[in-house]
């Protein structure tokens, strides 16, 4: 067998590895109820996901009556996670095919490793509670190195690529976090149609979209490394 382009392959979170729109969803509608905003549907929930809670958050707000003060959205934003945290894994699944897809990458000698927005604490929470975290050399979250140093900024991506061992990686992800980010390191990047693409999804900008997990591993194969 051709040995495999990619020494590392990084996978953002939500959106991408996992549908946790419907765990994510009602800890914002928690959220927006407490100020008496009305609930968002799901189907709009998907499109705030991608920059973590904060902006999460303010997105509803803003599509719901507007902003509110420094003080209540830091009330709010607590509420949030405290909801979120309480009920992390409750309908939260891979997406069909990951598990697989995994497997397959790991043993073609492939690195895998988690870069994603949400907060490093309930990143871990999740993937532990469905079992994955044995899976990769390294999660990093939005707040890891720092807020301003969440995706688009490379600084997790390139952090995780050294926690790897170093070599030839590329991106999975879902939105415009994800594909700016993989540019700002250097890596080609894999768009998923099924995430939470915060435009649409044609203009994501990847390297090649792929419908279905099943289709990555020949996808990857068909890159070459930056
Ligand atoms: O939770 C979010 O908003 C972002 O998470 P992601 O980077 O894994 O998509
Ligand atoms: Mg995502």
Request: proline fraction near 5%.
């Amino acid at each position: 067998m051709a040995k495999f382009p990619f020494d590392i392959v990084l996978f953002d979170l939500d959106g991408t590895l996992v549908d946790s729109n419907l765990d994510l969803g009602p800890a914002i509608n928690h959220a927006l109820a407490l100020e008496g905003r009305e609930q968002l549907p799901l189907s709009q929930v998907r499109q705030l996901i991608g920059g973590g809670a904060v902006p999460m958050l303010e997105r509803g707000l803003e599509q719901t009556g507007g902003a509110v003060s420094k003080e209540r959205f830091e009330e709010l934003s607590n509420a949030l996670l405290e909801h979120y945290w309480a009920h992390i894994a409750d309908n939260t699944v891979p997406f069909p095919g990951v598990l697989n897809a995994l497997d397959v990458l790991a043993d073609r000698g492939c690195k895998l490793a988690v870069c994603t927005n949400k907060a490093e604490k309930p990143a871990r929470q999740l993937i532990e509670a469905l079992g994955m975290t044995d899976r990769f050399c390294a999660i990093h979250g939005g707040d890891t190195f720092g807020r301003e140093k969440a995706k688009p900024a490379p600084d997790m991506l390139l952090a995780a690529i050294k926690d790897c061992g170093g070599g030839a990686a590329a991106m999975v992800g879902d939105s415009t976090f994800d594909v700016r980010a993989a540019r700002n390191a250097g890596c080609p990047v894999v768009t998923y149609r099924y995430g939470y693409n915060d435009v649409p999804v044609g203009e994501l900008g990847g390297d090649a979209m792929i419908d279905h997990f099943d289709e990555l591993v020949g996808t990857l194969e068909g890159l070459s490394p930056a």
